[in-house]
């Protein structure tokens, strides 16, 4: 009878850690990864990724578009993962806008030094 008990005990125990890990697998509505991405792509195209980085904007978006229809059909796994993707395209545009400005930056600034020698040099002569 002991041995029953425990058997049966057993197997209660399996069902509920299979029942358990059934749940934990089942993903909801994506919907904080999708506001992230979307922002994250607003702030890439604000930086100029869209002059800057067109390829990887472009990702961006239609990654965002294929996870908001992904929402929208209701497969929240495939829209989480094509939202992670398109922040990540994002961010990568936004990064490189920003390092084309600040190039572009130092790049006039050296035109000013260069010009400023070329002025101090004409007037010490």
Do not use: F
């Not at 990887?56 to 829209?79: I, P, Q, S, T, V």
């Not at 993707?85 to 130092?106: C, E, H, I, M």
């Amino acid at each position: 009878m002991k041995n029953n008990l425990q058997h049966w005990l057993i197997g209660l125990g399996g069902i509920a850690v299979m029942i358990t890990a059934g749940c934990s697998s089942m993903k909801g509505p994506a919907t904080s990864s999708l506001a992230v991405s979307n922002a994250a792509v607003a702030n890439a195209s604000d930086a100029g990724g869209a002059q800057y980085a067109p390829i990887e904007m472009n990702a961006a978006r239609e990654k965002m578009a294929l996870a908001n229809k992904a929402m929208a059909a209701k497969d929240y796994k495939l829209a989480n993962d094509l939202a992670l993707q398109a922040q990540a395209d994002a961010k990568l545009a936004q990064s490189k806008a920003n390092s084309s400005r600040d190039q572009s930056a130092a790049n006039a600034l050296q035109d000013d030094v260069r010009i400023l020698r070329e002025e101090l040099d004409r007037a010490s002569k």
